[in-house]
């Protein structure tokens, strides 16, 4: 690999803080306690076939790049909070745990994302599954140890985007929306709770496909609603943000770095009047306007003169202390995050797993957006991860609420505090 200064990563490093890491969890239950040398062996054979992974952050001249690191990948029997970059992780920004019958996959945002690392899961999982079952797994799309490594996993596509055509105009939410903080409902603590929710998948999809929606956009809508609910006073309406893939429209289908935009949701007075179904036809035509290729490359650019912004000041504190301003303003604009990564396709794999869950430190500062709401697909379910950073849970109640209502299944797997690493 070519070592090149960050430019994509730019915005997630300087944004990052300790309120703030830009950090998740991969929390994976299997059917059977994690047999620790086995696991190793697999993250071993894993990561044989990432190098991009195997890196740490340095600085040479101001400029910031990921280098190779000689020292090992940490493996680690417990489920503690991490620090990522640090000594107890060899500097890496990547990190793999396990407890019982649960693995865990921390990583640096600034790294890679959901998107990213999927591919690395499949591979760490089919060579754990198949050597801890001692049942060969089917490797069909599966990334092996000695695979070639495509140069489009680690070629940075905002560097050279495809070139934009003139852009649809299509309005993107920029104004105050509805703060939970100010509500009176909620007290912001440092701490995040996340309740985990199960849905069955057949159910779920017969029920978005009746009222012309998507797993996404629905968990959205009910979100919404949910919020509006117990705020039906506020004078700025609650305003979703929903995270996009950007992969598709950079025609970058293999990249591993972080590459996610939004699209932002607002639920207005008007919108709240219609039935459910035009709701949901609503939001889902937002979200097809927003998620479109061309608006995609406006947003892209956007982030590329953040980018020369950024490379034009003078140190790193100059540079955190504008990301953060700008990502204060920012927030102000939203209530809450739905991020769907899509369904995991961990192959085989898939019949050894029983939860699953992706625990995200926050998209943007907990003052301003302290809820945040994860979906994940496999083994048959949906599962969601609501995290919040309070303690009170009628968001959480109205939401089970909003599902009751319209007759859609769900179990509560648990309560937890989420660990996820600090950097």
Known sequence: MEKQPLYAELRTVYETSSAD??????AIGLRDPVDGEIFRRAVEKTMRRYPYFRVRLTEKDGDLFY?????PVPVLHTERVLTLGSQETGGHHLAFCYSGSRIFIDAFHGLTDGGGIAPMLRTLLYYYCSERSGEQLSAEGIRLQDDPV???EWEDPYRTPPARQPALDVYKWDRPALQLA???????????RVMTLRLPEDEFMKFNISNDGSPATVIALLLARAVRALCPDAAEP??????????PALKAPLAHQSLVGDVRLPYTDRMKELPLHTQATCF?????????????????????ELVSRLQSMEGHAARRAYCRKRMRELSRCLTATVSYVGKANLGDAEKFITDYAALPSTALPSTHVPLTLEISALNGYFFINFMQYFRE????????????ENGISYDVLETAEARYPRI
């Open 67 to 71: 280098e190779e690191n000689p020292e």
């Open 393 to 404: 849970e009628e968001f959480f109640r109205e939401l089970l609420r909003q599902l009751q």
């Open 182 to 192: 100010d509500t009176g409902l909620v007290r912001i603590v440092p701490e995040c």
């Open 284 to 304: 889902r035509g937002m979200v097809a306007l927003q998620s479109d290729s061309d608006m995609v490359l406006r947003e892209v650019a956007g982030y590329r």
């Open 150 to 152: 495509d140069p489009g």
């Open 21 to 26: 890491p830009h950090t998740y969890r991969l």
């Open 238 to 247: 609650p305003v979703i943000a929903m995270c996009v893939n950007q992969r």
